[in-house]
Protein backbone atom coordinates (compact mmCIF):
# COMPACT_ATOMS: atom_id res chain seq x y z
CA UNK A 1 0.00 0.00 0.00
CA UNK A 2 1.48 3.34 -0.57
CA UNK A 3 1.92 5.83 1.75
CA UNK A 4 -1.09 8.04 0.36
CA UNK A 5 -3.61 5.14 0.24
CA UNK A 6 -5.30 5.26 3.09
CA UNK A 7 -7.47 1.95 3.73
CA UNK A 8 -11.46 2.51 3.28
CA UNK A 9 -13.04 2.45 6.37
CA UNK A 10 -15.80 -0.43 6.75
CA UNK A 11 -18.88 1.78 6.65
CA UNK A 12 -17.59 3.11 3.59
CA UNK A 13 -17.68 -0.09 2.14
CA UNK A 14 -21.07 -0.88 3.65
CA UNK A 15 -22.56 2.11 2.00
CA UNK A 16 -21.57 1.25 -1.73
CA UNK A 17 -22.02 -2.35 -1.36
CA UNK A 18 -25.82 -0.98 -0.81
CA UNK A 19 -25.31 1.52 -4.16
CA UNK A 20 -23.74 -1.88 -5.95
CA UNK A 21 -26.13 -4.47 -4.89
CA UNK A 22 -29.35 -2.32 -5.59
CA UNK A 23 -27.63 -1.86 -9.14
CA UNK A 24 -26.92 -5.50 -9.47
CA UNK A 25 -30.98 -6.75 -8.23
CA UNK A 26 -31.63 -4.55 -10.79
CA UNK A 27 -29.57 -6.10 -13.83
CA UNK A 28 -30.28 -9.24 -12.03
CA UNK A 29 -34.14 -9.09 -12.57
CA UNK A 30 -33.47 -7.79 -16.72
CA UNK A 31 -31.66 -11.24 -16.73
CA UNK A 32 -34.35 -12.98 -15.15
CA UNK A 33 -36.78 -11.93 -17.01
CA UNK A 34 -34.91 -12.37 -20.41
CA UNK A 35 -34.32 -16.13 -19.32
CA UNK A 36 -37.92 -16.47 -19.02
CA UNK A 37 -38.70 -17.32 -22.62
CA UNK A 38 -35.15 -19.01 -22.72
CA UNK A 39 -36.24 -21.46 -20.34
CA UNK A 40 -39.56 -21.74 -21.64
CA UNK A 41 -38.26 -22.62 -25.21
CA UNK A 42 -35.39 -25.12 -23.53
CA UNK A 43 -38.11 -26.99 -21.06
CA UNK A 44 -36.65 -25.99 -18.09
CA UNK A 45 -37.82 -25.24 -14.96
CA UNK A 46 -37.80 -22.14 -13.10
CA UNK A 47 -34.41 -21.83 -10.98
CA UNK A 48 -32.53 -24.45 -13.14
CA UNK A 49 -28.57 -24.19 -13.46
CA UNK A 50 -28.63 -22.08 -16.83
CA UNK A 51 -30.20 -19.40 -15.08
CA UNK A 52 -27.99 -19.27 -11.87
CA UNK A 53 -25.46 -19.18 -14.25
CA UNK A 54 -26.34 -16.55 -16.10
CA UNK A 55 -26.76 -14.82 -12.62
CA UNK A 56 -23.37 -15.55 -11.93
CA UNK A 57 -21.75 -14.45 -15.19
CA UNK A 58 -24.10 -10.97 -15.18
CA UNK A 59 -22.75 -9.93 -11.41
CA UNK A 60 -19.56 -10.85 -12.73
CA UNK A 61 -19.38 -8.82 -15.67
CA UNK A 62 -20.81 -5.96 -13.67
CA UNK A 63 -17.82 -5.91 -11.35
CA UNK A 64 -15.31 -7.16 -13.73
CA UNK A 65 -15.67 -3.96 -15.89
CA UNK A 66 -15.49 -1.75 -13.64
CA UNK A 67 -12.82 -3.08 -10.94
CA UNK A 68 -10.48 -4.22 -14.41
CA UNK A 69 -11.31 -0.38 -15.65
CA UNK A 70 -10.50 1.97 -12.78
CA UNK A 71 -10.87 -0.15 -10.10
CA UNK A 72 -14.45 1.51 -8.92
CA UNK A 73 -18.19 0.32 -9.06
CA UNK A 74 -20.46 3.40 -9.42
CA UNK A 75 -20.96 2.96 -5.49
CA UNK A 76 -17.38 2.82 -5.23
CA UNK A 77 -17.16 6.01 -6.92
CA UNK A 78 -19.85 7.63 -5.08
CA UNK A 79 -17.87 7.43 -1.98
CA UNK A 80 -14.77 7.70 -3.45
CA UNK A 81 -13.15 3.94 -2.81
CA UNK A 82 -11.31 2.19 -5.67
CA UNK A 83 -10.00 -1.61 -5.23
CA UNK A 84 -6.68 -2.72 -6.49
CA UNK A 85 -4.05 -4.91 -6.07
CA UNK A 86 -1.71 -4.92 -3.28
CA UNK A 87 0.76 -3.33 -4.93
CA UNK A 88 -1.29 -0.75 -6.25
CA UNK A 89 -2.18 -2.11 -9.54
CA UNK A 90 -5.60 -2.44 -10.88
CA UNK A 91 -7.28 -5.96 -11.38
CA UNK A 92 -7.05 -8.16 -13.91
CA UNK A 93 -9.87 -10.83 -14.63
CA UNK A 94 -8.48 -13.75 -13.36
CA UNK A 95 -7.98 -12.09 -10.07
CA UNK A 96 -11.50 -10.14 -10.38
CA UNK A 97 -13.19 -13.03 -11.43
CA UNK A 98 -11.49 -15.06 -7.89
CA UNK A 99 -12.86 -11.70 -5.75
CA UNK A 100 -16.28 -11.34 -7.43
CA UNK A 101 -16.57 -15.13 -6.55
CA UNK A 102 -15.37 -14.71 -3.04
CA UNK A 103 -17.46 -11.55 -2.52
CA UNK A 104 -20.58 -13.49 -3.15
CA UNK A 105 -19.65 -16.31 -0.63
CA UNK A 106 -18.97 -14.24 1.83
CA UNK A 107 -21.85 -12.64 1.31
CA UNK A 108 -23.83 -15.48 1.42
CA UNK A 109 -22.24 -15.97 5.11
CA UNK A 110 -23.41 -12.54 6.10
CA UNK A 111 -27.52 -12.61 5.16
CA UNK A 112 -27.14 -16.83 6.54
CA UNK A 113 -28.47 -15.49 10.19
CA UNK A 114 -31.14 -13.48 8.31
CA UNK A 115 -32.17 -16.15 5.85
CA UNK A 116 -32.27 -18.58 9.24
CA UNK A 117 -34.78 -16.35 10.84
CA UNK A 118 -37.05 -16.51 7.93
CA UNK A 119 -37.31 -20.06 7.43
CA UNK A 120 -38.21 -20.39 11.26
CA UNK A 121 -40.65 -18.78 9.79
CA UNK A 122 -41.99 -21.22 6.90
CA UNK A 123 -42.25 -24.70 8.93
CA UNK A 124 -42.30 -26.10 4.93
CA UNK A 125 -38.53 -24.65 5.07
CA UNK A 126 -37.59 -25.70 8.20
CA UNK A 127 -38.40 -29.14 7.59
CA UNK A 128 -35.83 -28.74 4.58
CA UNK A 129 -32.82 -27.15 6.86
CA UNK A 130 -33.01 -28.91 10.75
CA UNK A 131 -30.55 -27.62 11.70
CA UNK A 132 -30.80 -24.12 10.32
CA UNK A 133 -29.98 -22.37 14.30
CA UNK A 134 -26.75 -23.98 14.05
CA UNK A 135 -26.01 -22.65 10.78
CA UNK A 136 -26.91 -19.67 11.55
CA UNK A 137 -24.94 -19.45 14.92
CA UNK A 138 -21.84 -20.89 12.74
CA UNK A 139 -22.63 -18.32 10.44
CA UNK A 140 -22.45 -15.15 13.07
CA UNK A 141 -19.18 -16.29 14.70
CA UNK A 142 -17.37 -16.91 10.88
CA UNK A 143 -18.10 -13.22 10.30
CA UNK A 144 -17.72 -11.73 13.93
CA UNK A 145 -14.07 -13.78 13.57
CA UNK A 146 -13.42 -12.35 10.13
CA UNK A 147 -14.71 -8.67 11.05
CA UNK A 148 -12.00 -8.98 14.02
CA UNK A 149 -9.51 -10.25 11.58
CA UNK A 150 -10.48 -7.18 9.66
CA UNK A 151 -10.23 -4.80 12.06
CA UNK A 152 -6.87 -5.67 12.90
CA UNK A 153 -5.34 -6.07 9.07
CA UNK A 154 -3.64 -2.88 8.63
CA UNK A 155 -5.30 -2.98 5.51
CA UNK A 156 -8.59 -3.50 6.58
CA UNK A 157 -9.28 -6.45 3.83
CA UNK A 158 -12.28 -8.24 3.91
CA UNK A 159 -12.48 -12.62 3.46
CA UNK A 160 -12.27 -11.73 -0.38
CA UNK A 161 -9.99 -9.46 -0.41
CA UNK A 162 -7.12 -11.99 1.35
CA UNK A 163 -8.28 -14.42 -1.05
CA UNK A 164 -7.54 -12.46 -4.66
CA UNK A 165 -4.44 -10.47 -3.10
CA UNK A 166 -6.69 -6.80 -3.24
CA UNK A 167 -7.11 -3.87 -0.85
CA UNK A 168 -9.85 -1.48 -1.08
CA UNK A 169 -8.46 2.12 -0.33
CA UNK A 170 -10.16 5.54 0.50
CA UNK A 171 -9.14 8.09 -1.84
CA UNK A 172 -8.81 11.52 -1.20
CA UNK A 173 -10.94 14.30 -1.59
CA UNK A 174 -9.62 16.20 -4.20
CA UNK A 175 -6.04 15.72 -4.86
CA UNK A 176 -5.20 18.53 -7.03
CA UNK A 177 -6.99 21.50 -5.67
CA UNK A 178 -5.58 24.44 -7.43
CA UNK A 179 -5.53 21.82 -11.21
CA UNK A 180 -9.75 22.23 -10.51
CA UNK A 181 -9.65 25.67 -9.79
CA UNK A 182 -7.73 26.14 -13.28
CA UNK A 183 -10.40 23.72 -14.81
CA UNK A 184 -12.97 25.38 -13.61
CA UNK A 185 -11.80 28.98 -14.80
CA UNK A 186 -11.53 27.43 -18.36
CA UNK A 187 -15.09 26.49 -18.51
CA UNK A 188 -17.30 28.67 -20.61
CA UNK A 189 -20.15 30.15 -18.39
CA UNK A 190 -23.59 29.16 -19.44
CA UNK A 191 -25.11 32.79 -20.68
CA UNK A 192 -28.88 30.54 -20.49
Do not use: C
Not at 2 to 16: E, M
Not at 104 to 121: C, E, F, K, S, Y
Not at 178 to 185: I, T
Amino acid sequence: MSALAVPAPLWRRLIASIYDGLLLVGLWMVTLLLSLPLNKLLGLAPGNMLTRAMLFLVGLGFFAWFWTRGGQTLGMRAWRLQVRREQGELLRLPIAAVRYTAMMIWWGVVLTPAAVRMIDRVPRLAELVPNADIVGAVAVIVVAMALIAQRLDGRRRLPHDWIAGSEVVQLPDNPFPAEKKRRNARLPKNQG
